[in-house]
């Protein structure tokens, strides 16, 4: 499906005149999102951003579909919005629930109004500390113009994201970017540590720290801290 560059230009224009010290952080970003969704015309769009256990959580979505693909997401560990972030990449699916990559993601998805997904990182600092998402409700094909149309509201939501930090708000969303800032490194570490001492890809490898930090009831950056120090997993 093509992307009308006009109606692109025309909505990201409206978007740079938003006044940031009219509206709160969440009413910006939820307009960025019903943006990017008019556009696509899609059944819903979110943002979804890290928390301090590195978990995903929407913080603007348009639908409760989009709650329950956040929810399968957390629950399964897979599925292509935890990939996009994992990988820094975008990643796109004309079907989740045909789609081999992730069969517990498909279980737990089945009857709801998801099926085809794209989702492009939302970056902050160099990484990538969310993701943006785009999805239907029938499968539809994803061509290389969705990809960069989502991207480019991306860029507006990372742009929006980094006056939150520098701001230093005392709000709940920028502490987790905080963290996510301050922990990125020690935890891609981790990552890779486990990638090597396992064998095994780098979903899997920030599952498994993932998992080992909610058990522990510690941050994750501290799971990957003691991990790489020698500490089991298990």
């Known amino acids: 499906m ?5 109606a692109l230009e025309a909505s990201l224009r409206r978007l740079d005149r938003l006044a940031v010290g009219e509206l709160d952080m ?7 999102v019903d943006a990017a969704g008019q ?42 919005c935890v990939d996009a972030f994992v990988l820094d990449q975008p990643v796109r699916t004309a079907d989740v629930l045909a789609d ?11 009857r709801a109004r998801v099926r085809a997904v794209l989702g492009v990182p939302v970056r902050l600092g160099g990484g990538p500390v969310g993701i ?38 005392s709000d709940q ?13 020690t935890i891609e570490r981790g990552i890779g ?10 979903v ?4 498994r720290l993932r998992a080992k930090a909610r058990n522990s009831r510690r941050k994750i950056g501290e799971v990957a801290a003691a991990t790489m120090r020698g500490e089991p997993l298990m």
């Open 193 to 202: 540590f486990v990638m090597a001492r396992d064998g095994v890809d780098a």
């Open 39 to 80: 556009l696509f015309s899609v059944t819903g769009a979110g943002l979804l951003v890290v928390d301090t256990a590195h978990e995903l959580h929407y913080v603007a979505a348009s639908d409760q579909a989009g709650r329950h693909l956040e929810y399968a997401q957390l629950k399964t560990g897979e599925g292509p």
């Open 204 to 207: 899997t490898a920030f599952n």
């Open 2 to 6: 093509s992307v009308d560059r006009e």
């Open 100 to 110: 081999d990559r992730w069969p517990l993601l498909r279980a737990v998805l089945d």
């Open 26 to 32: 969440a009413g910006l970003l939820n307009q960025v």
């Open 132 to 169: 943006l998402d785009a999805y239907v409700d029938h499968p539809r094909e994803w061509d290389d113009d969705d990809v960069e149309a989502l991207g480019w509201y991306a860029r507006v939501i990372e742009n929006l994201l980094a006056i939150s930090v520098a701001a230093h708000r």
């Open 173 to 185: 969303l920028a502490g987790q970017l905080q963290y996510a800032l301050d922990y990125r490194v």
